[in-house]
C-alpha cells in the first residue's frame, strides 16, 4: 500500500512438442524420440497401442507384430505432446530361393519394413540393379545370396542357385524314316519342354521322345 515494489522473472518456452509426430517402424525395430519447449524433465510413456518405451530416454521398441502406437511425452508441469507410430510387419525378399541358369536374369521385390529399398549381391557373384531388383547371373555356374535392406537398415535374403547353360543331348542324331529317338536335356531351369522346332517329326513334349517321317 506504500507503493514497495518485488519483481519475479518469468520464462515462458515454447509449447512442449515430441520429435517427430509421426513414425514408420518395422516389427522390433527401435528408435529414440526426442522432446524440446515445455518445461523439462521430460517423461516418455506409450498411451496408446504397443511396444515399449524408456521413460527418460525416449528408446522406443516395437512389438513383435505389427499395428500402431502413440507415444506420448509429458514435461514436469503436466503438458504432453503425441507421435503416432505405424508398426509395419517385417521385411521381406521374394521369392526367397531362385534357380536361374547363366547369363539369366530375374526382378527380385520386396514388401514390407519401411521403403524405399537397396538391393545388394550379399554372396557369390552376378549383378543387381540396386533400386529396381532386377538381378542378372555370371557366366558360370553357382551361387549367391541377394539381400534387400530397407530404409532403417532392415535386411531379407534371397538365396540363388545359377545352373549351367541349358543343352540338349545329343546335339546331333542321324535316323532313318520312322525311326525314334529320346533326346535329354541338361541345365538350364527345369522342367524341359521339347518341340520340333523345324522340320518334320514329332516329339513328346515332356519326354523328349523324337518319331521320325516316313519321308
Keep these: 500500500s506504500y507503493g514497495n515494489t518485488a519483481d519475479a ?27 524440446s519447449g ?36 509429458t514435461d514436469s508441469l503436466g503438458n504432453t505432446s503425441d507421435s503416432s507410430v505405424t508398426i509395419n510387419p517385417a521385411l521381406v525378399i521374394s521369392p526367397a530361393s531362385k534357380t536361374l541358369a547363366v547369363n539369366n536374369t530375374f526382378t527380385f521385390s520386396a514388401a514390407d519394413g519401411v ?38 537398415g532392415n535386411t531379407s535374403d534371397a538365396s540363388i542357385t545359377i545352373n549351367a547353360a541349358l543343352a540338349i543331348s545329343p546335339s546331333s542324331k542321324t535316323l532313318a524314316v520312322n525311326n525314334t529317338f529320346t533326346f535329354s536335356a541338361t541345365g538350364g531351369v527345369s522342367a ?15 519326354t523328349g521322345l523324337y518319331t521320325a517321317p516316313a519321308s
Design 38 to 73: 515445455g518445461v523439462s524433465a521430460y517423461t516418455y510413456s506409450v498411451f496408446s497401442g504397443t511396444g515399449t518405451i524408456n521413460s527418460s530416454t525416449g528408446l522406443y521398441t516395437a512389438p513383435a507384430s505389427s499395428g500402431s502406437a502413440t507415444v506420448r511425452v
Design 192 to 206: 524341359y519342354t521339347y518341340s520340333v522346332f523345324a522340320g518334320t517329326g514329332t516329339i513328346n513334349s515332356s
Design 9 to 35: 522473472t518469468v520464462t515462458i518456452n515454447p509449447a512442449l512438442a515430441i520429435s517427430p509426430s509421426s513414425k514408420t517402424l518395422a516389427v522390433n525395430n527401435t528408435f529414440t524420440f526426442s522432446a
Design 115 to 152: 521403403s524405399p529399398y537397396t538391393y545388394s549381391v550379399f554372396s557369390g557373384t552376378g549383378t543387381i540393379n540396386s533400386s529396381t531388383g532386377l538381378y542378372t547371373a555370371p557366366a558360370s555356374s553357382g551361387s549367391a545370396t541377394v539381400r534387400v535392406t530397407d530404409s532403417l
